[in-house]
């Protein structure tokens, strides 16, 4: 009788805007290789499918060899994991679905599984960081955008249709400000970097204090939060107005979801206290009193350039191993 | 060796303000036999545990005996699914923390679970309702309050105390109304039966506009869907700006968790259209892009005497079989 043999590695892959990252990690998530080229050097789907293939495939003959590998897991934006496609990116080089799961698995195969950021971050501290042993919690992505991953039970919650965890598109002020999605008053349009933007113009035209940040050309949300360290106070003013919008928000979803943390990921996370101090104390005076006092506000300690590679490689792990060459 | 016998049937019991019922259901969810008492002829707890231990094992011995039952569930105010208890009751007679499925199980031998009613109402509809086949939904409670459960890849998600849910609790208003629970502005201020009535008198306050409204004393929200039925237009605003206010909610937990349904049982679904209809229209205009046109609102068909005691023996299948008597 063949034995069979215990495949104790996984590929993770972070495909983003800037890089494509590939890496090979085993079971205690420790990153053993990992190589990476330009996303955008690649327009055409086909083309970089092609290429992100031979060179995985490539680096694994180097390392361990074919039968060494289990499964892969990808991150990916605008990915959908139930259906392992890439849908419709607004800001990734190629249109339309993409149909990566099935392209990848048909060129190495190995089972492939694809997954956003946001559920691939919150597989990650489920794995390897700072939600091991939790079984309820949520996972805030911050930056340009403002998106989350809800756990259920141990489980990514995706909904019926593989879109839940839209807190950004949550509306936190009745008739407020115009979001890109349509809607007025989102959570995004204040909190993501363009809103904090927008808050620090508004808030120099209300006043005339002196601030660091008037006459600045191109100002950057996290520029503003360099200058709340300077001591600026239109600044401090600036997050904690962001902050207090992101406590409304982050109250009404605990009041509905009652986490054990919300964990938060992503560049915005770099403001710290000047964003997350404010979001605390309007979430403690919102938030459902049976819940009061009891959600941990967590950063990410994870967040780094191979986070969505290892929660990638967290993702492998969730699928059933597979081959097309057995 | 000694067979083992397969127990195909369960009791659900539900405990509310007005009656106690416990019934004995099959697995299809007939209800074989079903005896009810007034819950508040035992205001001491452990008298009321005695009595209800004592009708339902003498109900049993009538119907199929001891080693027919396979287990108990039951469903009360404040009940709490992780403790197996009801806690700080407001509105039932016992004060404090009441171990209710202990007591059940040392008095009657069988295993119990312990749930609220919205737990209880959603694990009915989807053993035995609308939500048959569905993994990802939500069921309210619509009546004095509003309450919700969220069932998360075909479970209950419960979060990490046992609080999820609390849509009640959601502000949807910021600085609004006061509520019963301390803070403003949260959606049982507006949506609940005193909410309704509460904004009919200030809309009678606001305008001179004749009403079948105006006058009574102790107005009833289900008395103001009535006149809606007779054409009265204010009374079909003030179930109009209900609406709004619930859409408004329901769409902030559908960008959240994207159900396949929202399920609506309690008294307040006898307004029907009245309520459902501009909650739906303020719903489609606020939910995130990728969640509109998915999500059905239903009233639930199976809203009546025996629900929530159907309910409650769906929840017995789910706890083990246990018994003092083995």
């Not at 005339?208 to 600026?232: H, V, W, Y």
């Not at 207090?244 to 919300?262: H, I, K, R």
């Not at 780094?304 to 990638?312: E, F, P, T």
């Amino acid at each position: 009788m063949k034995q069979k043999i215990i495949k104790k590695r996984v590929v993770g892959i972070d495909i983003s805007l800037e890089a494509t990252s590939y890496a090979i990690v085993d079971v205690k998530g420790e990153v053993l290789v990992m190589e990476s080229f330009a996303t955008s050097d690649y327009p055409d789907i086909n083309l970089f499918v092609s290429v992100l293939s031979e060179r995985l495939m490539d680096m694994v003959e180097r390392n361990g060899g074919y039968e060494s590998i289990r499964s892969v897991g990808v991150s990916a934006l605008s990915a959908n994991f139930m259906t392992g496609s890439i849908e419709n990116s607004p800001n990734l080089p190629w249109k339309g679905v993409i149909p990566l799961s099935a392209l990848l698995r048909d060129r190495t195969g190995y089972a492939v599984a694809v997954a956003n950021n946001a559920d691939v971050r919150a597989l990650g501290e489920h794995t390897y960081g700072l939600a091991r042993g939790m079984r309820d919690f949520v996972v805030l992505t911050m930056g340009s955008g403002i998106g989350s991953c809800l756990f259920s039970n141990g489980m990514i919650h995706k909904g019926n249709d593989g879109f839940a965890g839209e807190i950004g598109h949550t509306c936190v002020e009745p008739g407020g400000r115009q979001c890109g999605c349509g809607n007025k008053g989102c959570l995004e349009a204040y909190v993501a970097k363009k809103g904090i933007v927008a808050t620090a113009n508004e808030l120099m035209a209300e006043t005339t204090t002196p601030s660091l940040m008037r006459g600045i050309e191109n100002l950057k949300a996290l520029q503003i939060a360099e200058f709340c360290n300077q001591g600026d106070e239109l600044a401090i003013e600036v997050y904690r107005r962001t902050g207090e919008m992101l406590g409304f928000g982050l109250a009404n979803y605990a009041s509905l979801v009652d986490p054990e943390a919300f964990i938060f990921t992503g560049g915005l996370t770099k403001a710290g206290k000047w964003l997350l101090d404010p979001a605390k104390e309007a979430f403690d005076k919102l938030v459902f009193h049976n819940t009061y006092g009891k959600t941990q506000f967590l950063i990410s300690e994870e967040y780094k350039v191979s986070n969505d590679v290892l929660g990638a490689s967290a993702l492998a792990w969730e699928v059933r191993e597979y081959s097309l060459f057995k």
